[in-house]
């Protein structure tokens, strides 16, 4: 243990650790998750522009509304990506032809090749942050994860 993890321990009122936490610990593990991402994912998305775009391609098409609930983005971070994805040219927004009120996103052309290009990348950015556990433990965690999500 550092002489810092052991200072801080010793501060700590009673049994209570911050390392020890899950918040604590969930973060610190999407800072690893982030910071390898930014490393692999060198085109200028974000994390949340890509869940957007991959889940987009899934769809095929989408409302906004339904995509932000896939890639859990509340409202206003799913409008906020859905226009810098706009402005960047890989969706489309269009009227839901089943009722006029609702757009629907779907990816352009060079969204499509964009994605193709890209789910390696994703799956590289997994394998890079999973790599100091082992297979079994994999499982686990991402089960894990799973229910708490």
Do not use: C, W
Not at 75 to 91: D, E, F, H, N, Y
Not at 101 to 114: I, K, N, W, Y
Request: net charge neutral; charged share 25%; glycine share 6%.
């Amino acid at each position: 243990m550092t002489d810092n993890v052991t200072k801080n321990q010793q501060s700590a009122p009673g049994d209570y650790v911050l390392e020890d936490q899950i918040g604590h610990l969930l973060r610190r593990a999407h800072q690893r998750a982030t910071a390898i991402f930014q490393e692999i994912m060198t085109d200028g998305l974000t994390p949340q522009q890509y869940a957007a775009l991959v889940k987009i391609g899934d769809f095929g098409t989408v409302s906004q509304n339904r995509l932000g609930r896939a890639v859990a983005m509340d409202p206003a971070t799913s409008q906020g990506v859905t226009q810098r994805l706009l402005a960047k040219k890989l969706i489309h927004r269009t009227a839901d032809p089943d009722d006029r009120r609702r757009a629907v996103l779907s990816l352009t052309p060079e969204g499509e090749s964009l994605v193709a290009r890209l789910i390696p990348l994703g799956a590289r950015i997994t394998e890079k942050t999973l790599q100091p556990i082992d297979p079994e433990e994999r499982e686990t965690l991402l089960a894990l994860l799973l229910k708490l999500g």
